[in-house]
């Protein structure tokens, strides 16, 4: 029986006493009794579930798809040093899913474009328990570490930016995270069209990430041009195709002061919600040059030529692999 069916029985009961203050005290001891009941059920029912999964990390995930691959990268980066079992808190995408401009969705896509990966995602029941109970943040992988040496359970909503859990894990990066074997045959007409000239040309991808970076600093137009005309030095005839979440910029800004002998095309057939099919283009392109944020610093992870070239804003060399040839 539940606890409000017990009020409701508790009451009917109390009806029968015909002594109102010794009716009340009775009512209030009964009441009390099934509330003392209750908490002591619900805290060993905690303890039994955390010792069901004792040694468990769960990973706050939030953000757009490049996030969204850090985690899971993290969470095998703990499972192999640490030996935990790691499950994800994908909560973020339910309650709140947008970027920090409160324009653009942020979907959970992880799953969507690997569907038999192995990421196990937290129940609500998991996350309240270990949030209230385990909660931790913080950013620097050394904090992260010494957390995971002293804790067994844990919830971490932190995002550590560092070299090494990348190098540690460089297999899942080779083998499970495979967009080629799980996005080419989702691709349609107007994306392989690209993708098939992006494949044979000294192709080089340009992401101009505007939108919520507008709040934290975004890079001048001249680093965009300057940039270009660095590629142009070492490249023979080169095909700039340039990704951005704000075409109507690129166009004003960056593409008229481009010399007219520069091979260039506007990719804009990708809306927000197939975002993973831009990354996609850009990992196939031969070289990167990239903003800040994420996304194309990780086509330039996957990218598999051999000779590749990224060219990216100075303040990216404190957050991310300094050479990525190395996974």
Not at 27 to 39: C, G, H, Q, S, W
Not at 191 to 205: A, Q, T
Not at 230 to 236: M, V
Request: aromatic share 18%.
């Amino acid at each position: 029986m539940n606890y409000y069916n017990y009020e409701i029985l508790i009451n009917k009961i109390a009806w029968f006493i015909p002594f109102k203050h010794l009716r009340k005290f009775l009512k209030t001891f009964l009441i009390d009794a099934v509330k003392n009941f209750y908490r002591t059920e619900y805290l060993i029912n905690v303890n039994n579930k955390i010792k069901q999964n004792d040694n468990l990390v769960i990973l706050w995930v939030g953000g757009g798809l490049c996030g969204q691959i850090r985690k899971y990268i993290l969470g095998k980066y703990i499972e192999k040093k640490y030996n935990k079992k790691v499950k994800y808190d994908i909560n973020w995408y339910k309650y709140n899913g947008l970027d920090d401009i409160k324009k653009l969705n942020r979907n959970f896509d992880l799953l969507k474009i690997f569907p038999d990966l192995d990421f196990e995602i937290a129940n609500d029941y998991e996350i309240n328990i270990y949030k209230s109970c385990f909660h931790f943040s913080s950013n620097p992988l050394y904090q992260f570490n010494d957390l995971l040496l002293e804790y067994k359970n844990m919830y971490l909503d932190g995002t550590p930016y560092d070299k090494n859990c990348f190098y540690e894990i460089k297999e899942i990066i080779k083998n499970k995270l495979d967009f080629e074997t799980y996005l080419y045959d989702k691709l349609d007409d107007k994306n392989k069209y690209i993708l098939n000239e992006i494949r044979n040309c000294n192709s080089v991808s340009i992401h101009v990430r505007r939108g919520d970076f507008k709040l934290y600093g975004i890079v001048e137009d001249n680093y965009y041009i300057n940039s270009i005309n660095e590629i142009i030095k070492n490249i023979k005839e080169p095909k700039f195709f340039i990704f951005s979440d704000d075409i109507n910029y690129v166009k004003n800004n960056i593409i008229k002061k481009l010399s007219s002998t520069v091979l260039f095309s506007i990719v804009d057939i990708n809306d927000n919600d197939k975002g993973y099919f831009d990354l996609f283009l850009m990992m196939n392109c031969k070289h990167q040059i990239v903003s800040n944020g994420s996304f194309g610093y990780f086509a330039y992870c996957f990218n598999k030529n051999k000779d590749k070239i990224l060219i990216t804003p100075e303040n990216m060399r404190e957050y991310y692999i300094e050479n990525i040839d190395k996974i």
